[in-house]
């Protein structure tokens, strides 16, 4: 069909000519979608502000050649309003923004698991409902775990004897035993790797009440483990805003 609508979250978004933009968006049933916004950039926009990173819009868009076209817009969740106004908030969302555009990588491929991790995610960065920190690296645990690289923090990853285990070997997918262990392998605190199961699994009572060495050490290995698997470095990563 010519026209569909769907909701969306804005990933990002790249000037056109004088006055148009082409705004990518991560969509409840059509995946990643592509889109001009013609005339988004005038002042006199009926829709512009609502086509910004992190808006959460239902938009309604017309099927083009190469590029579709945005019709119409309306906003559901004015993310970024809170998030574009601190920068740790701004900094872990840009990173948010950049994994889901990276794990998304076909256009019109349904991606719902990966859409409303992205949705819930940004909704907890911008009522504060954890530090800026937590709530992204257990984005990027789960985004990373829907993606098919899910992080072993119990067993060992590589021949799954139960753990705990003392040893976090990246490239072998998470914690590793003493036989399995390669050189050069992390050696978290056994209160980390509580932090991390945590963060997978969503239990924020016992994320919210982990230390501040227990998050930053945490922290360090998401990132690792984050960039290995995305085959890329995370340019928003560099701009996180860490706890001292």
Same mark, same amino acid.
């Given at each position: 069909?010519?026209?569909?609508?769907?909701?969306?979250?804005?990933?990002?978004?790249?000037?056109?000519?004088?006055?148009?933009?082409?705004?990518?968006?991560?969509?409840?049933?059509?995946?990643?979608?592509?889109?001009?916004?013609?005339?988004?950039?005038?002042?006199?926009?009926?829709?512009?502000?609502?086509?910004?990173?992190? &808006? &959460?819009?239902?938009?309604?868009?017309?099927?083009?050649?190469?590029?579709?076209?945005?019709?119409?817009?309306?906003?559901?969740?004015?993310?970024?309003?809170?998030?574009?106004?601190?920068?740790?908030?701004?900094?872990?969302?840009?990173? &948010?923004?950049?994994?889901?555009?990276?794990?998304?990588?076909?256009?019109?491929?349904?991606?719902?698991?990966?859409?409303?991790?992205?949705?819930?995610?940004?909704?907890?960065?911008?009522?504060?409902?954890?530090?800026?920190?937590?709530?992204?690296?257990?984005?990027?645990?789960?985004?990373?775990?829907?993606?098919?690289?899910?992080?072993?923090?119990?067993?060992?990853?590589?021949?799954?004897?139960?753990?705990?285990?003392?040893?976090?070997?990246?490239?072998?997918?998470?914690?590793?035993?003493?036989?399995?262990?390669?050189?050069?392998?992390?050696?978290?605190?056994?209160?980390?790797?509580?932090?991390?199961?945590?963060?997978?699994?969503?239990?924020?009572?016992?994320?919210?009440?982990?230390?501040?060495?227990?998050?930053?050490?945490?922290?360090?290995?998401?990132?690792?483990?984050?960039?290995?698997?995305?085959?890329?470095?995370?340019?928003?990563?560099?701009?996180?805003?860490?706890?001292?």
């Amino acid at each position: 069909m010519p026209l569909y609508r769907d909701d969306a979250i804005v990933l990002r978004t790249h000037k056109l000519g004088e006055a148009d933009r082409i705004i990518t968006f991560l969509t409840r049933e059509h995946g990643k979608v592509r889109a001009v916004g013609r005339g988004v950039r005038r002042t006199s926009s009926k829709f512009g502000a609502r086509l910004e990173p992190f &808006m &959460m819009v239902d938009v309604q868009l017309y099927t083009g050649r190469n590029l579709d076209s945005v019709t119409q817009v309306e906003t559901i969740g004015a993310f970024a309003r809170q998030i574009s106004a601190d920068y740790a908030l701004y900094t872990a969302g840009a990173a &948010m923004l950049e994994t889901a555009d990276r794990l998304v990588a076909a256009e019109h491929e349904p991606a719902v698991q990966q859409y409303w991790l992205l949705v819930g995610a940004l909704r907890a960065l911008s009522e504060r409902a954890h530090t800026p920190g937590l709530v992204l690296n257990s984005y990027l645990l789960r985004a990373l775990a829907v993606a098919g690289w899910a992080p072993s923090f119990t067993e060992c990853a590589r021949c799954g004897e139960p753990g705990p285990h003392h040893s976090f070997a990246v490239a072998q997918g998470g914690a590793v035993c003493s036989r399995c262990r390669p050189p050069g392998s992390a050696s978290p605190a056994p209160e980390t790797f509580d932090l991390l199961a945590a963060l997978l699994a969503g239990d924020w009572e016992v994320a919210d009440a982990a230390e501040r060495r227990h998050r930053s050490e945490a922290d360090g290995l998401v990132a690792a483990y984050s960039q290995f698997y995305l085959e890329r470095t995370l340019r928003s990563l560099r701009m996180i805003e860490r706890e001292a």
